[in-house]
């Protein structure tokens, strides 16, 4: 009964929305993950961030104005990731609250002299446990330089990986994906990573991945999306784990539409 209320509820939401196809299209060009996407895909990208937009709350703080154009800009990109995964990856939280460039957040922490500190370095985003994700419109709005650094992907990303407890780079995997397979692809090039970052040798991918695993899983989630060829050249053992774990394939998909171009 509860699923067919469920779906019931989709379709009328979906047949009750007013998003003007302008506007859709306008925001699938932006970005090379949504621009690659086949007619159905789109189609399914769509229905999602109807849905998303639906059932989330968007805030803005210090005098930011949000538009219809401006939640749909993060909306789309937050949906790209669980195009084959589901809004109900997103469960359990709603809010969305904007800034309009990089904020403080007023974290405190006790080091081991007992002595209290509060950090002052701005932020681009954030994502709580349980709670909110917090964005910097600043870094939104250029989040289709496709250079591997996304801030949305990256916060949602995170919200992935607190299915299960705080962010470790361990969300919950599909039940055919291995799970120590898993930790020993990520914990092998985590650990190579940062031994490549603390020699600063070259990559391409963004060195904030050294933080912690949970930071590694977000940044090289960003790159799958956007510099997926980057992602397979320097460990392809983990684009193989984030293909499957996302049930998408951004490199395969990109040559298929560039094949059927050329023809």
């Given amino acids: ?13 979906l047949a009750k929305a007013n998003l003007d196809e302008q506007t859709w299209r306008r925001a699938l060009r932006r970005y090379p993950f949504t621009r690659s996407l ?3 895909e789109q189609q399914r990208l769509r229905e999602l961030t109807i849905l998303f937009l639906y059932d989330k709350r968007f805030a803005s703080t210090h005098g930011l104005q949000l538009t219809d154009s401006m939640r ?21 939280w709603s809010e969305i609250v904007v800034y309009p460039a990089g904020f403080v957040p007023r974290h405190q922490y ?9 950090g002052d370095e701005p932020y681009v985003g954030e994502a709580w446990h349980h709670g909110p ?12 330089a496709s250079d591997g650094v996304n801030v949305v992907i990256h916060e949602f990303a995170h919200k992935l990986d607190m299915l299960n407890g705080p962010a470790n780079g361990f969300p919950p995997l599909p039940a055919a994906m291995s799970r120590q397979q898993w ?26 991945a050294s933080e912690s695993p949970g930071e590694f899983f977000a940044v090289l989630s960003e790159a799958f999306f956007e510099i997926p060829d980057a992602v ?3 460990y392809p053992e983990v684009y193989e784990q984030l293909s499957r774990f996302y049930q998408q394939d951004p490199l395969r ?11």
Avoid at 77 to 91: H, K, S, T, V
Avoid at 253 to 263: E, N
């Fill in 232 to 234: 397979r050249d320097e």
């Fill in 110 to 118: 006790t080091d081991e002299m007992g002595i209290v500190h509060q």
């Fill in 253 to 263: 998909r990109t040559h298929q539409r560039a094949g059927a171009a050329v023809a």
């Fill in 1 to 13: 009964m509860w699923g067919k209320l469920k779906e019931w509820r989709r379709r009328r939401i």
């Fill in 72 to 92: 749909l800009q993060v909306a789309v990109q937050a949906c790209a990731l669980i195009l084959n995964l589901g809004l109900d990856c997103y469960r359990g």
């Fill in 183 to 208: 930790s020993e692809i990520f914990t092998q090039a985590y650990q190579d990573f940062c031994a490549r970052v603390d020699n600063n040798e070259p990559t391409d991918i963004d060195p904030y």
């Fill in 133 to 144: 994700v917090i964005l910097s419109w600043a870094d939104v709005e250029h989040s289709d």
């Fill in 38 to 40: 086949s007619a159905e």
